[in-house]
């Protein structure tokens, strides 16, 4: 093994956090002494440590000998004082401004000058907690996820006066504690709790305009894009008294941003205990620990299918015309769509509504389809009515498309469908984070795949589905909206021609 950058590490806090540092620590070789306001808590941390490492033992993943060692290395300290020989400290409290301050200042009159005082914090700024500090060039963030072991990522926060070189040593030894680091600046949020904005508050918004429900977003995300978690599935996981918090702080934090602008339903939810599924209560009901999921509704069957006409101007027309062949369709292929026709449009970012009226198309008989996802490469086909639809027009679209099999949600009609004003957010919210120098294109790649375990980073994603696609969206829905929440990023804007995700030089 290696010899660790930190040979005696010392953690303060025993809670989940504290014990998966801990563990991780002894497990690359380094000394870790554990120190809780509770001397109990301690005792409890080694013991519940020494049982995981027990456990791996039996299903044959650790030998005897290094189980042995790492619960030798994980030694209790009484008071903080036995930190002193420490050449790193790691907080891992109560997230409250003046509780870290006040310890930060101790231990820096207790460690040697030379040792790297490091938080925890997820959301408080790494500046603002070691703004009293004597020595701020050896303070940084250290922000791990939960369960430490499995989230195999972690932050290393540069504070505004933090060494350049203490950074880098955090950087290594993640490395050698078997993580990926990266490297942020102190900005709300870091790096995965600010690129996560997007896909839950834009679900949120999408909720309160009646345009579908949770069951509906959750499956459309899903199948569409290929997240593991719908943003209301997600919600019940994390659960909303840690969930709320965290989007009402970085919007506050960022002087009342739109495109962070939080949801009264989730306000709301919280506010009721309605909190998630360690109540067995959240946007879903859960039993035994399952949620309860009302199926789909069944594809009506319909006795005569209209003819179909489709938009000059939909989006990936051509596509739209082979599947449609594919089903079985009978196509028209008129300058306009006979009195009898299913009308079909394919908008980015504009409304079903508005596209019909502007293309002087029957309301009545036009139905959307949601064109920017590949329709090879998903498992779900979206449809939008407008409030003017006809039930047997909408009918008939959605047997059409469920022809071979595939799944169809139908939705209330809006500006941009549900994974087109999702993907749209989630990428400008990352261009921006490149635009304010947060992190690096690539650092934030990697934190948002591993901390997030999205499908994708949201670069590769905008560059997969198109970054003049994402820019349209985003420039339609700000025309329909009015809301600067969709203004595009200047980033965004200049990259959009050339790529996201490849971009290497420094600006």
Same mark, same amino acid.
């Given at each position: ?66 189980? @042995? ?12 004082? +036995?930190?002193? %020989? ?42 603002? *907690? ?5 020595? !701020?060039?050896?303070? @940084? ?15 290393? *926060?540069? %504070? ?6 203490? &950074? ?49 977003? =959750?499956? *459309? ?14 919600? =019940? ?27 009264? *339903? ?23 620990? @399952? @949620? ?13 299918? $209209? ?31 006979? $009195? ?21 198309? =029957? ?23 407008? !409030?003017?639809?006809?039930? =047997? ?10 022809? +071979? ?7 209330? #009609? ?13 990428? /400008?919210?990352?261009? #921006?984070? &490149?635009?304010?120098?947060? &992190?690096?294109?690539? +650092? ?13 980073? !949201? ?9 003049? /696609? ?5 420039? /339609? ?5 009015? #809301? ?24």
């Amino acid at each position: 093994m290696t010899a660790p950058l930190f040979s005696t590490v010392g953690i303060v806090g025993t809670g989940a956090m504290g014990r998966g540092i801990a563990q991780i620590a002894a497990q690359a070789g380094s000394t870790v002494l554990l120190f809780d306001t509770q001397a109990e808590a301690v005792a409890k941390a080694r013991d519940a440590l020494g049982a995981q490492w027990d456990k791996l033992v039996e299903k044959g993943r650790l030998t005897a000998d290094t189980a @042995a060692a790492h619960k030798q290395r994980l030694q209790p300290a009484a008071a903080l004082a +036995d930190l002193a %020989g420490c050449d790193l400290v790691v907080e891992a409290i109560v997230e409250r401004l003046d509780v870290k301050k006040s310890l930060f200042a101790e231990l820096e009159g207790i460690v040697q000058p030379g040792a790297v005082l490091a938080t925890n914090t997820s959301s408080l700024s790494v500046t603002a *907690i070691a703004a009293a500090l004597q020595r !701020p060039a050896q303070f @940084a963030g250290y922000h791990f996820f939960n369960p430490v072991p499995l989230m195999k990522v972690v932050e290393v *926060i540069a %504070g505004l006066k933090t060494d350049a070189a203490v &950074c880098q040593r955090l950087a290594g030894y993640a490395r050698q504690m078997g993580h990926t680091p990266v490297q942020a600046e102190d900005t709300p949020g870091f790096i995965v709790n600010h690129a996560g904005r997007g896909y839950g508050t834009e679900a949120l918004r999408i909720v309160s305009e009646g345009v579908a429900d949770f069951a509906t977003i =959750d499956r *459309i995300l899903k199948d569409q894009v290929g997240f593991k978690l719908g943003p209301f599935e997600l919600m =019940d996981l994390t659960a909303l008294d840690v969930s709320h918090p965290v989007m009402e702080s970085i919007y506050r934090q960022y002087y009342d941003e739109p495109r962070y602008r939080p949801s009264v *339903i989730t306000a709301q939810r919280l506010a009721g205990g309605v909190v998630g599924k360690k109540v067995g209560d959240g946007f879903y009901k859960y039993a035994g620990g @399952a @949620a309860q999921i009302a199926p789909e509704p069944p594809v009506t069957q319909v006795d005569e299918m $209209p003819p179909v006409w489709v938009s000059t101007r939909a989006a990936r027309r051509a596509e739209l015309y082979q599947l449609l062949k594919d089903l079985g369709a009978k196509i028209e292929t008129g300058q306009s769509p006979s $009195p009898q026709a299913l009308t079909l449009v394919a908008p980015l970012g504009f409304d079903v509504t508005t596209v019909a009226v502007v293309e002087r198309l =029957d309301p009545a008989r036009t139905v959307g389809i949601d064109m920017l996802v590949d329709d090879a490469a998903t498992k779900r086909r979206v449809l939008a009515t407008n !409030p003017a639809t006809r039930s =047997d027009m909408r009918d008939a679209a959605h047997a059409l498309f469920a022809r +071979d099999g595939k799944a169809v949600s139908v939705i209330r #009609d809006s500006g941009g469908f549900v994974t087109q004003r999702v993907v749209a957010t989630i990428v /400008n919210i990352a261009a #921006d984070m &490149c635009q304010q120098r947060v &992190c690096s294109p690539q +650092d934030l790649e990697t934190a948002v795949t591993l901390g997030l375990g999205y499908p994708l980073g !949201p670069l590769a994603m905008g560059d997969r589905y198109g970054p003049a /696609n994402i820019l349209e969206v985003l420039f /339609n829905m700000q025309t329909v909206y009015g #809301d600067p929440r969709y203004r595009p990023s200047p980033w965004l804007r200049r990259r959009g021609a050339i790529g996201l995700s490849l971009m290497h030089e420094e600006e």
